[in-house]
């Protein structure tokens, strides 16, 4: 009969490739013996959190706090620079619509002063012109 169930399990998907050889009784696995040890350690490493966070809480909520404080300062910087930079951008504007209007000041003033001596030089060619009319015979001998 040993035979028989050798020849059983040597078919059975769960032996094959062992050869069809097998313990008899309780069997445990790689997996298994895997599965107890991590078990083990995680009831091992909770029992030793506890203890160990007592020990360094204190070290953690002054790292925290630390990085609370420098997030605190460089927001308030990071706010800074933000605001100083919006301001020169703000003037930059300003200054640059200034510029603009004076130069259209500029060229509104140039256009009205040569549009004054357009007029003068023509009123002095037409009186030239007059005068012109007015002497021919003056000028021919």
């Known amino acids: 009969m040993a035979e028989e169930e050798k020849k059983d399990h040597e078919r059975d998907p769960q032996y094959e490739g062992r050869g069809g050889e097998h313990m008899s009784g309780l069997f445990i696995g790689t997996r298994s013996l895997w599965l107890l040890a991590g078990g083990a350690l995680g009831a091992l490493g909770a029992l030793g959190i506890d203890r160990l ?47 603009q209007e004076r130069a259209a000041d500029a060229t509104q003033r140039e256009k009205a002063l040569l549009e004054k001596i357009e007029k003068i030089v023509e009123a002095r060619l037409a009186q030239m012109e007059a005068e012109k009319k007015e002497s021919p015979e003056e000028d021919q001998p």
């Open 53 to 99: 966070t007592r020990k360094v809480r204190p070290a953690a909520v002054g790292l925290v706090k630390e990085g609370y404080a420098f997030k605190e300062w460089f927001t308030g910087k990071y706010e800074k620079v933000k605001e100083d930079f919006e301001d020169i951008l703000a003037e930059a504007v300003y200054e640059y619509e200034r510029d």
